[in-house]
């Protein structure tokens, strides 16, 4: 998984410029994602986002409509949903899918030239 990342870090970097963490302590960490939609608390200076689905799985969108059985992307523990602008960050909800509750990692990041 750390490759990925680092690949995925790579690409972003050759985008517009590198991206740095957010500070420590404002990233969403154990995130509970149910059968209620849940959004994410996104720091003021966040860009971009990678959210590792860590237990089961969960359905999203990227446009502020609420996902359902029928309506969104799945996805499955150890994907990673990257965010790749403010706009989706603001837009992302999620629900889990099935009958098992979710849990996720959400890790915020900037540009350096923002």
Do not use: C, W
Not at 76 to 81: G, N
């Amino acid at each position: 998984m750390s490759i990925f990342k680092d690949i995925l870090n790579v690409l972003r970097q050759q985008e517009a410029g590198p991206l740095i963490p957010v500070k420590e302590g404002l990233n969403q960490y154990g995130l509970s994602v149910s059968s209620d939609v849940v959004s994410l608390s996104v720091p003021p200076e966040a860009t971009h986002a990678d959210i590792y689905v860590r237990t089961a799985s969960v359905v999203f969108t990227r446009d502020r409509s609420a996902p359902t059985a029928t309506r969104g992307l799945q996805a499955d523990p150890t994907d990673i949903i990257v965010l790749n602008s403010r706009p989706q960050l603001l837009a992302f909800r999620a629900l889990r899918q099935g009958g098992t509750d979710a849990t996720v990692d959400a890790e915020y990041f900037s540009r350096l030239n923002s």
